[in-house]
């Protein structure tokens, strides 16, 4: 297991740029493969994007496809959400998560009861 810590949420207009990070305790960070989700209050968590332990594979879901970009460095135990062309639909509180030696595809469908998970940090855009 290993703890995840969010941060770099925050309030920003329609257009605007975010870039979360999320900081995992551990020394098998490697290991890991990362992802990002989603939830609004009263709907179901969604998932957002994710990265192989390996940081050779991506995946995201096509609504934000082609303007968030995730990446790790293993080195500083983060993942990154760049997040570019914000849209007001896009507000949420963003999660990380994390699921040893998981398939990108299998990290997309991840339970809230398996894996690791962060406590979340707010990303709201205003129109």
């Known amino acids: 297991q290993v703890q995840l810590v969010e941060s770099g949420g925050g309030s920003v207009q329609a257009g605007g740029s975010l870039r979360l990070s999320c900081a995992a305790s551990?020394?098998?960070?490697?290991?890991?493969?990362m992802g990002w989700f989603r939830q609004v209050p009263g709907k179901e968590r969604e998932f957002v994007a994710a990265?192989?332990?390996?940081?050779?594979?991506?995946y995201y879901a096509d609504s934000v496809k082609d303007r968030f970009t995730i990446s790790r460095v293993n080195a500083k135990n983060t993942v990154y959400l760049q997040m570019n062309s914000l849209k007001p639909e896009d507000t949420a509180v963003y999660y990380c998560?994390?699921?040893?030696?998981?398939?990108?595809?299998?990290?997309?469908?991840?339970?809230?009861?398996?894996?690791?998970w962060g406590r979340g940090t707010q990303v709201t855009v205003s129109s």
């Open positions: 998560a994390a699921r040893f030696m998981a398939t990108v595809q299998a990290m997309a469908v991840t339970p809230s009861d398996r894996g690791s």
């Open positions: 551990g020394r098998t960070f490697s290991s890991y493969t």
């Open positions: 990265i192989r332990w390996s940081g050779d594979i991506t």
